[in-house]
């Protein structure tokens, strides 16, 4: 089949790996990446994408008129986005909300006025940051692992499943993404062909992390390029764990989607790298000191920030069985590719990611 695909954040690191990877698979279709370059460092995908044939329309999704520069599409996804669970809390939440939730708002009516489909990159950040840090866990020597309860919907030592409880706060950045959810659901029952999926952290080549951002990449740049680590809340032990999806299997999971448009219904599910794919900190600093070559001094901060969790980790079964998709990469597989990457492109790279 071949169609015209919007790639809204289309030079962020979803986005622009998203874009590629149709690029290759869709053949003969053409993909638009749409982004403000906000995110410092998305520049440097323009050469990539032109390089893909990857059309690129600079513009601000929070602009309605913006949007409607963009040629008629058959489907539109919205990767455009302020990406920090601590976007907002220290300061004004108005820059996450306009771009997570009004731009969605803009990218769905626009979807509405030209028979388009939507696709939400949604987030595991959706789910209330106490209902997780109420469930049972216990201390191992290099994580936090969850401990079994039977009396919690949606919850058992293989993830967080789509029906647990949406009750409580969960940061701007996730009610910004929640908001979008639920706003696609009208447009769904306006007759919007549109699916969201929740994604747990995503990592690999081209992710310019940072402090608030982006953990796996942030590790292996400051262990190949120096600069200070530190391990904060939950005592400052560096035990919370996080399931990790390499990007390739993000990309492969959306494509299936995408060819598989008769399941979508509007649906949300959950995809994540579970119990298969996660690390805590200390893990993390382990494999970046082995594929590195490198050790660095990692300092403790025992306060937890209220938005944080101890543990995250998704029950991807829903999207498994529905798209035949599961993660082939594991975390060895997301730090070397990071980390290949990382020398390749140093010169360019480290002004951006040493800061
Ligand atoms: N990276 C992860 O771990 C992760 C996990 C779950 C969900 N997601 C979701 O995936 C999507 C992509 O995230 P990412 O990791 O690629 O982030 P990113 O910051 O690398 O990319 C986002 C892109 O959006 C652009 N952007 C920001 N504000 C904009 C605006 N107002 N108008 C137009 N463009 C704008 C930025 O310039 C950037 O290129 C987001 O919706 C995010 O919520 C990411």
Redesign the pocket.
């Known amino acids: 089949m071949t169609r015209t695909i919007v790639i809204?954040?289309?030079?962020?690191?979803?986005?622009?790996n998203l874009a590629i990877a149709l690029k290759e698979r869709e053949h003969g279709s053409q993909i638009i990446a749409?982004?403000?370059?906000?995110?410092r460092?998305?520049e440097l995908?323009l050469a990539r994408l032109k390089a893909a044939g990857v059309s690129f329309v600079h513009?601000?999704?929070?602009?309605a008129s913006?949007l409607r520069e963009l040629p008629s599409m058959g489907v539109l996804i919205?990767?455009?986005?302020?990406?920090s669970v601590l976007a907002g809390v220290n300061g004004s939440p108005k820059?996450v909300l306009?771009?997570?939730y009004g731009?969605a708002a803009n990218s769905l009516e626009l979807c509405r006025e030209r028979n388009a489909a939507f696709m939400?990159?949604?987030?595991?950040?959706v789910l209330p940051h106490k209902r997780l840090n109420d469930l049972p866990w216990q201390e191992m020597p290099t994580r936090y692992v969850w401990q079994t309860s039977d009396d919690v919907a949606g919850y058992s030592t293989a993830g967080i499943d789509e029906t647990f409880s949406l009750e409580g706060p969960r940061s701007f950045?996730g009610t910004s993404?929640l908001c979008a959810e639920l706003l696609m659901q009208e447009y769904v029952a306006a007759g919007v062909p549109a699916i969201a999926t929740?994604?747990?952290?995503?990592?690999g080549p081209w992710?310019?992390g940072k402090v608030d951002?982006?953990v796996v990449s942030l590790w292996v740049a400051r262990h190949l390029f120096g600069h200070q680590l530190k391990y904060c809340g939950f005592g400052g032990t560096g035990k919370q764990v996080r399931d990790i999806?390499h990007i390739d299997d993000v990309t492969d999971l959306i494509y299936r989607q995408l060819n598989n448009m008769d399941l979508w219904d509007g649906k949300v599910f959950h995809a994540g790298g579970g119990t298969t794919c996660s690390t805590s900190l200390v893990e993390l600093t382990s494999l970046c000191e082995e594929i590195c070559n490198t050790r660095l001094q990692v300092n403790s901060d025992p306060a937890t920030h209220p938005v944080d969790v101890r543990i995250l980790q998704l029950n991807s079964a829903l999207v498994s069985q529905t798209f035949g998709w599961s993660p082939k990469m594991s975390m060895r597989d997301i730090v070397n590719d990071i980390a290949t990457w990382m020398r390749e492109y140093r010169t360019l790279l480290e002004p951006i990611l040493n800061t």
């Open positions: 809204t954040g289309g030079a962020g690191f979803v986005g622009g749409f982004d403000s370059l906000k995110r460092g998305s995908q513009g601000d999704i929070r602009s913006d919205d990767a455009a986005a302020e990406p820059y306009d771009t997570n731009g939400l990159l949604s987030t595991s950040r950045y993404k929740r994604f747990g952290v995503i990592a992710q310019m951002q982006g999806l």
